[in-house]
């Protein structure tokens, strides 16, 4: 019995793991496609600007 709960404690931690990993990169991934956006936007703005 002792092994049992030794071994399902360690597959609930695994997985709650996983899960935040899974959510955190998530979560940066859409950070840096923001960022990314912004920086295009300002380099347009910025080019538009040396061209003229």
Known sequence: ???Y???LVAA???FC???GTGIAM???IA???KI???HENRL???ESNKSA
Request: hydrophobic share 45%; proline share 0%; no cysteine.
């Open 1 to 3: 019995m002792e092994l």
């Open 5 to 7: 709960q030794t071994v």
């Open 12 to 14: 609930a931690t695994g």
């Open 17 to 19: 793991s996983a899960f």
């Open 26 to 28: 998530k979560t940066d």
């Open 31 to 33: 950070w840096i496609k």
């Open 36 to 38: 990314i956006e912004q």
């Open 44 to 46: 347009s703005v910025i």
